[in-house]
């Protein structure tokens, strides 16, 4: 069973998943799932002590590209597409699987209203199990992450479309 059934969109989307799971609202999971149960708006969410080394799903996908915090794939035979990030938030370190595709879905921020600006969280980026960058500093309130070498500009609202991206 997903943890979530919608779309991450924003950084301010995986840290108020991760508080609705802490707080018992939604579930982890604690297994890998089926091929059959891969499909669009699914939304998984296992901590790094689950026993899941790393998360296969049986698909073929495109080698990853990194937008934002996200590494992102490309199905090889459809127009789904799935993002993964790692964070370290409260002292865990979780890890999210999210499958899209081009259809709007809601989103954690339609759904929650509790507060979450004083809580932080570190991406952890890795490509081919070497860090990409060190995160130096996150805002929740600008949803502005910060790199020790590249800064990336705000997130804001959708996940938008650019050239050579996975995401458009």
């Known amino acids: 069973m997903a943890s979530f059934v919608g779309t991450i969109e924003t950084v301010r989307d995986v840290v108020l998943v991760l508080e609705a799971i802490d707080r018992g609202i939604l579930q982890l999971v604690h297994k890998r799932i089926e091929r059959d149960k891969v499909m669009a708006g699914n939304v998984y969410v296992y901590k790094s002590n689950s026993g899941i080394i790393r998360w296969t799903d049986g698909?073929?996908?495109?080698?990853?590209?990194?937008?934002?915090?996200?590494?992102?794939?490309r199905h090889q035979e459809s127009n789904l597409k799935k993002k993964?990030?790692?964070?370290?938030?409260?002292?865990?370190?979780?890890?999210?699987?999210?499958?899209?595709?081009?259809n709007a879905l809601a989103t954690p921020s339609d759904l929650f209203d509790f507060s979450v600006d004083r809580y932080k969280i570190i991406p952890i980026l890795k490509k081919k199990k070497k860090c990409i960058e060190a995160v130096t500093s996150f805002d929740c309130d600008s949803l502005e992450?910060?790199?020790s070498q590249i800064h990336l500009p705000a997130i804001t609202g959708l996940l938008?479309?650019?050239?050579g991206s996975y995401l458009g």
């Not at 698909?59 to 992102?72: A, F, G």
């Not at 990030?85 to 499958?99: A, P």
């Open 59 to 73: 698909l073929k996908w495109s080698p990853s590209r990194i937008y934002n915090i996200y590494l992102v794939y």
């Open 84 to 102: 993964t990030v790692s964070v370290s938030y409260k002292g865990t370190i979780w890890h999210m699987v999210i499958y899209f595709d081009d």
């Open 145 to 147: 992450v910060n790199f």
């Open 160 to 163: 938008t479309s650019f050239p």
